[in-house]
């Protein structure tokens, strides 16, 4: 503390940060942003002034197709992630690409960059929102709280994510895969720019189904909000049957809602066995 900062002071700035959003310490040592203000400016410059192929993995030597250039930012990272998205031919080369896309800001805030977990066999998929401290932390979706809940519903239905065999294994990954600051929800732009490989990822890994839970999975895949309307009513994203459902978060925070998503578990299951 320096002298002129009396204890007082120390923690009414540290409340101001906590009511800012500001819930954990990344590093040991604080880190001047505005001083890296300039810096993050010029590397955005010389990110848009580069031929969109420039920031894509190329696949075999096959060269990459250059877009035209577009005045929007946030159309120049949908158009970079739908050509860095295709060019994807597996899941790790997709993880790799997510990974170095440059245009989402969410990336600078986060620890790590959470790709999925489970069997990629599964006949089941789960997309939700996007990780949370724990999750960012472990580099893994759905390890909190509201994972552990995940985990024990989806049991109850005799699905799990370390299950071997793909008609009993769950697939799980998130509409954004760097968590948002605060915990607060990714904005449209966000959504928008990786959605791409959101929708590269589900083609990759052929689910039979897709369980999309909760409003911003619905806003990301259905572009719809409302999950306590469309919950338990299918629909379809990447022509396959998709059932929206509460989010586990939710279902912590409201217990009698829990019915809900037993029953909508329950159509999951008889849908599954429905389909060749
Ligand atoms: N909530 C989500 O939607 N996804 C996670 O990975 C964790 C919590």
């Not at 010389?46 to 420039?54: F, N």
């Not at 472990?138 to 519903?153: E, H, N, S, Y």
Request: charged share 25%; proline share 9%; aromatic share 6%.
């Amino acid at each position: 503390m320096n002298a002129q900062m009396d204890w007082h002071l120390a923690r009414a700035l540290l409340e101001w940060q906590v009511e800012l959003g500001v819930d954990e310490a990344l590093m040991d040592a604080p880190v001047d942003r505005f001083a890296r203000a300039a810096e993050i400016q010029a590397e955005r410059e010389a990110e848009r002034a580069a031929p969109v192929a420039d920031v894509v993995p190329k696949r075999g030597g096959a060269p990459a197709p250059v877009a035209a250039p577009v005045e929007d930012e946030v159309e120049v990272a949908i158009r970079a992630a739908q050509q860095s998205a295709a060019y994807a031919a597996d899941l790790p080369s997709l993880a790799e690409a997510l990974a170095a896309f440059p245009h989402c800001d969410l990336k600078r805030g986060a620890r790590s960059c959470v790709f999925a977990d489970g069997n990629p066999q599964a006949r089941v998929m789960i997309v939700g929102e996007g990780p949370g401290a724990e999750e960012d932390r472990q580099g893994k979706p759905f390890v909190g709280r509201a994972g552990q809940l995940l985990d024990a519903m989806f049991a109850a239905i005799g699905l799990s994510r370390t299950a071997p065999d793909p008609a009993q294994a769950l697939y799980i990954t998130n509409t954004v895969p760097w968590r948002p600051p605060g915990n607060r929800e990714p904005s449209k732009p966000e959504l928008a720019m990786l959605k791409p490989f959101l929708m590269r990822h589900i083609e990759l890994a052929q689910p039979d189904l897709i369980v999309i839970m909760g409003n911003v999975a619905c806003d990301a895949l259905l572009e719809q909000r409302g999950i306590l309307r469309l919950r338990g009513k299918w629909a379809e994203v990447a022509g396959r049957p998709a059932l929206p459902m509460l989010h586990p978060a939710y279902l912590l925070r409201n217990n009698e809602a829990k019915r809900e998503a037993w029953a909508d578990l329950l159509a999951l299951k008889a849908r599954l066995r429905q389909l060749p």
